[in-house]
């Protein structure tokens, strides 16, 4: 298994610009997050997904959008870049249940100047 | 609104040394607990996950408590060595939410 995989690893945008932060997961869960995470800070939760056509915002989901048409894939869209989005975004998967442990993906580091 | 704190920040330790990263959070009602070891530029690895009706869990060197009616976790590292140098993040779930809520995260640096 892969797990979870994230492209791209690195992107610059300027600001104004669109992109998609791509995230797929091999391990059939139907949990899917993404997280910020921004220098000296813990990770911040943007949106999130609990099966295929199912989302929800998260902590601080303004500026973002997501998908999730089928179980493995759950990307997040950044129509306009601002400089407050320079950040390290990281997507995450777990299985059902209440307990079972989430699993990261290398993360995408992106700067918007 | 659950809050996750970390203490110290930064630890620097010499090689050899047992050492303890804390963790306390605020709302006690966890579903468990998990804690991550992040080196730099790198993402997250699971490390430990404590359900919230264990009182701990252990990996190789590695040894994490959970006092729920207290709200603090600990993590016990064992003869640290130079490779256990990265920022150790501890996150709960909640019962009443479906993400984890992280702490700022500890930066430890063991020196050979």
């Known amino acids: 298994n892969a797990g979870v995989t994230q492209t791209p690893k690195f992107r610059i945008l300027k600001i104004g610009q669109s992109m998609t932060l791509q995230c797929t997961q091999d391990?059939?869960?139907?949990?899917m997050y993404w997280y910020r995470q921004d220098p000296g800070m813990g990770l911040k939760l943007i949106y999130y997904?609990?099966?295929?056509?199912?989302?929800d915002k998260g902590e601080v989901p303004n500026g973002y959008n997501v998908s999730r048409s089928t179980t493995e894939d759950f990307p997040l869209r950044l129509e306009l870049a601002a400089p407050s989005q320079t950040s390290v975004y990281f997507c995450?998967?777990?299985?059902?249940?209440?307990?079972?442990?989430?699993?990261f993906g290398p993360g995408t580091r992106l700067t918007v100047l | 609104k659950q809050e996750v704190t970390q203490i110290p920040a930064a630890l620097s330790v010499p090689e050899g040394e047992n050492l303890v990263l804390n963790c306390s959070f605020t709302d006690s009602a966890i579903y468990n607990l998990q804690w991550f070891r992040q080196d730099p530029g790198k993402g997250l690895t699971s490390l430990l996950l404590i359900q919230s009706s264990q009182r701990e869990q252990t990996s190789g060197r590695l040894n994490a408590s959970l006092d729920k009616s207290s709200g603090r976790s600990t993590l016990y590292i064992a003869a640290s060595q130079p490779g256990d140098s990265a920022t150790y993040l501890c996150?709960?779930?909640?019962?009443?939410?479906?993400?984890?809520?992280f702490g700022k995260g500890t930066t430890l640096s063991v020196s050979s």
């Open positions: 391990m059939n869960h139907n949990y």
């Open positions: 996150a709960v779930k909640n019962q009443a939410g479906t993400a984890l809520i």
């Open positions: 995450a998967s777990r299985s059902g249940g209440a307990g079972y442990e989430q699993f």
């Open positions: 997904s609990v099966g295929a056509g199912i989302t």
